[in-house]
């Protein structure tokens, strides 16, 4: 078992790299439309999952400070990716939340993902991919960190 954890290991790995080289994201970023940094899809991707946050919730949950995040979102709320409303509790704070023409890109990421896995995977028995799929998805569930979700205002 322990040489199929090790193959395993190194082929995630290099899959992993593969789909977050600056070539994979260049060749994303032109079939999808929207040039942003990889961040920013991951904050869309966390918008999306999770409805509207506060600023603080979504650098927590990234394990980074405020000010990290705060120009990326002023960049996806100035491309109309995000909104930013008040929170009616707390004048002060504010929620972002992901908008239609975000979920309309997201989904354009989501295609051009699929396109390039499928010029990779052609000629691989869908039965094969299928498993694969399985085990992937058991991988991601055992090593979610989201097992606690932040707290929706």
Request: glycine residues 4%.
């Given at each position: 078992?322990?040489?199929?954890?090790?193959?395993?290991?190194?082929?995630?790995?290099?899959?992993?790299?593969?789909?977050?080289?600056?070539?994979?994201?260049?060749?994303?970023?032109?079939?999808?439309?929207?040039?942003?940094?990889?961040?920013?899809?991951?904050?869309?991707?966390?918008?999306?999952?999770?409805?509207?946050?506060?600023?603080?919730?979504?650098?927590?949950?990234?394990?980074?400070?405020?000010?990290?995040?705060?120009?990326r979102l002023k960049r996806l709320e100035n491309d109309d990716l995000v909104r930013r409303e008040r929170v009616p509790t707390d004048?002060?704070?504010?929620?972002?939340?992901?908008?239609?023409?975000?979920?309309?890109?997201?989904?354009?990421?989501?295609?051009?993902?699929?396109?390039?896995?499928?010029?990779?995977?052609?000629?691989?028995?869908?039965?094969?991919?299928?498993?694969?799929?399985?085990?992937?998805?058991?991988?991601?569930?055992?090593?979610?960190?989201?097992?606690?979700?932040?707290?929706?205002?």
């Amino acid at each position: 078992m322990d040489e199929v954890l090790d193959d395993l290991e190194r082929s995630l790995a290099a899959v992993l790299r593969s789909l977050t080289d600056r070539a994979t994201y260049g060749e994303v970023a032109e079939r999808c439309g929207y040039d942003l940094p990889p961040a920013s899809w991951a904050l869309l991707e966390y918008l999306d999952a999770y409805g509207a946050l506060r600023v603080s919730d979504i650098a927590a949950c990234h394990g980074v400070d405020v000010s990290s995040i705060t120009p990326r979102l002023k960049r996806l709320e100035n491309d109309d990716l995000v909104r930013r409303e008040r929170v009616p509790t707390d004048a002060r704070a504010f929620l972002i939340s992901i908008t239609g023409k975000g979920a309309q890109a997201l989904e354009s990421i989501h295609t051009a993902r699929r396109e390039i896995l499928s010029q990779a995977l052609s000629g691989t028995d869908p039965a094969t991919v299928s498993n694969a799929t399985d085990v992937l998805r058991s991988i991601a569930v055992h090593l979610s960190h989201d097992a606690v979700r932040p707290v929706h205002l």
